[in-house]
């Protein structure tokens, strides 16, 4: 990959191991907004190699969502390391992968006999329940949301609208896209978005053959969208009428992240199949579905990963459970996200057209201009690249959206300051600071 520029402004250590990646890593893994070198982090904060501090405003696109390197997952894990008993759950079984899966089971609503698959990344939890719902059902077809981001392999990239559109896979032939209700760009014949998101689900369900619909509870990758109250209330009902499961991926914004444990609790439903991952091993490989016994026990060895349940991550998604709960984390996360929200507001800039969000996930949505509201997709390019010049890490989804998902733990200073900073950064964005140049190697997605 050509050496970006950029690197010259960083820390020279930072920058010769960004060029050391650069020059060994493979391109095809790297979504890259600015020239990040780390060396260490602690709660909301991200040490550069030099040790410049930046306040974590993604959590690592909300991966390590209790922080980085908490006291409590530490010790976990070194405990689980020290006397591991195996290293994966798929020829023996052990305390830590059968105690994980009922403890989620116990967290998650839901009737009947229930399996949980365990995994390494959201990606194959979407994958393995998108193949599971087609195989058992025996129907073929699937819906699925435009600009949704449901994995980066399989069959869950390419019922990822964001990665269908960006050419980066084949859309599925039997996969269905239709469009996510966003209040803030409603359809442009004036129709309201929910109904014109169920008219689309239904006629695709009425024709019939349709195993499943997966559905983000907020459309994360896509923009940060938060669809209208009751949104999946009505989906629900859609796929309770025409026998179609209902699949909720809560990989980027659950547990614990929208003030709430589950976002899909928002409007109550009770999904047949929830997907979970990063928070769930706070940096540590492991993912979730968990659904109907007939769907997860059928056929045997269909979905096999070798560490797959190993006994390390299962034992640090059990501790991120308990520290979710224990440490009051959901309460925090809606008292948190308030006061980013509040922030963000108070600061009236002409060039923010939205600002949207369950507790600690949210979109801040920039525009040319409020009377057009066009997004602006190169003014959120130079934003997040100046905020990281200034202190804040800050990633931006859905073209012109930054995305505000810091660690659950992170402090009321931390939000304060890091709001100031990203304020300073559209400023000195909206002046120019920051070269087209220097933002074309820093392309993200
Ligand atoms: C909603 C959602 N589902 C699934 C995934 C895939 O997770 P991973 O990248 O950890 O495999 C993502 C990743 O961003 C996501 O946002």
Redesign the pocket.
């Given at each position: 990959m050509k050496e970006p520029l950029g690197l010259d402004s960083i820390a020279p250590g930072a920058a010769a191991l960004y060029r050391r990646d650069l020059a060994v890593v493979a391109g095809i893994e790297k979504l890259r907004f600015f020239p990040l070198a780390l060396e260490s982090g602690h709660g909301s904060t991200l040490v550069e190699v030099g040790g410049r501090e930046l306040i974590d405003l993604t959590a690592t696109?909300t991966?390590a969502g209790l922080g980085h390197g908490h006291p409590r997952i530490v010790e976990a894990m070194t405990k689980a390391a020290k006397t591991p008993p195996g290293a994966g759950g798929l020829s023996a079984v052990h305390h830590e992968s059968v105690g994980l899966a009922e403890e989620l089971l116990a967290i998650v609503p839901g009737t009947g006999d229930r399996r949980v698959y365990l995994g390494h990344?959201?990606?194959?939890a979407?994958d393995v329940a998108l193949r599971a719902v087609r195989f058992n059902s025996g129907k073929h077809k699937l819906v699925v949301f435009s600009n949704s981001?449901?994995?980066?392999i399989g069959l869950?990239m390419a019922a990822s609208g964001v990665h269908v559109d960006a050419g980066a896979v084949v859309a599925d032939s039997d996969t269905a896209f239709v469009d996510y209700p966003n209040p803030f760009r409603p359809p442009t014949d004036g129709t309201d978005p929910l109904v014109a998101t169920y008219s689309q689900v239904e006629a695709l369900f009425a024709v019939g053959d349709v195993a499943a619909i997966m559905v983000?509870p907020m459309l994360?990758?896509g923009g940060m969208v938060v669809p209208p109250p009751g949104f999946l209330k009505g989906i629900e009902t859609l796929c309770r009428r025409y026998g179609v499961l209902l699949c909720v991926?809560e990989?980027?914004v659950g547990l614990g992240r929208p003030g709430m444990m589950h976002a899909f609790e928002i409007d109550g439903v009770i999904p047949d199949i929830v997907?979970f991952?990063?928070v769930l091993g706070n940096g540590l490989p492991i993912?979730a579905a968990i659904g109907p016994a007939e769907i997860f026990d059928g056929p045997a060895a269909a979905a096999l990963l070798t560490t797959a349940g190993n006994p390390i991550c299962s034992a640090v998604a059990r501790e991120v459970l308990k520290v979710i709960q224990e440490e009051d984390l959901v309460r925090r996360s809606a008292r948190a996200g308030e006061r980013i929200r509040a922030g963000f507001t108070s600061l009236n800039h002409p060039r923010i057209g939205d600002i949207r969000g369950h507790g600690l996930a949210n979109g801040i949505e920039l525009v040319t201009d409020k009377e057009s509201n066009t997004p602006d997709g190169a003014l959120a390019s130079a934003v997040v690249y100046r905020a990281f010049e200034l202190g804040v890490c800050v990633y931006r989804v859905g073209g012109n959206v930054l995305e505000v998902t810091p660690p659950l733990v992170i402090t009321d200073q931390e939000i304060d300051r890091s709001i100031e900073i990203v304020n300073q950064a559209i400023i000195d964005a909206v002046a120019g600071k920051v070269s087209p140049e220097v933002l074309a190697g820093y392309a993200g997605w």
């Open positions: 696109w991966a990344a959201g990606s194959d979407c981001y449901h994995g980066g869950a983000e994360a990758d991926d990989v980027k997907c991952g990063k993912s």
